[in-house]
């Protein structure tokens, strides 16, 4: 069983930065894959990234050489950096994890997730 909870969501203004912290319980985090959603009112949950036990990574295209998401494992942590905001990155943002090394894209691959945290980004 693990247990996320994210942090580092907030207001920041178009072209500025934010990372977000996602914290997990747990002494086998280290062998999860972990990933980021993001869901926009009225919108589907959607993938963002997601980091392999073994450290590759993997960007939705609207992202790609904006955010990077990286972990810590002796920390148990899943970062995901967020810079060059736009005001469509707007979202409420999930970390979510899952022993399947390479569960894709879609939200069903993982069956563990955080609570969410908040992110706006003003023009």
């Known amino acids: 069983q693990v247990q996320l909870v994210e942090s580092g969501g907030g207001l920041v203004q178009a072209g500025g930065s934010l990372r977000l912290s996602c914290a997990a319980s747990?002494?086998?985090?280290?062998?999860?894959?972990a990933g980021w959603f993001r869901q926009a009112p009225g919108k589907e949950r959607e993938f963002v990234a997601t980091?392999?036990?073994?450290?590759?990574?993997y960007y939705t295209d609207s992202v790609k050489g904006r955010f990077t998401v990286s972990r810590d494992n002796a920390k148990n942590t899943v970062y995901l950096q967020m810079n060059s905001l736009k005001p469509e990155d707007t979202a409420d943002y999930y970390c979510?994890?899952?022993?399947?090394?390479?569960?894709?894209?879609?939200?069903?691959?993982?069956?563990?997730w955080g609570q969410g945290t908040q992110v706006t980004v003003s023009s």
């Open positions: 979510a994890a899952t022993t399947d090394h390479y569960p894709g894209s879609s939200p069903n691959g993982y069956g563990y």
């Open positions: 747990g002494r086998t985090f280290s062998t999860y894959t």
């Open positions: 980091i392999t036990w073994s450290g590759v990574t």
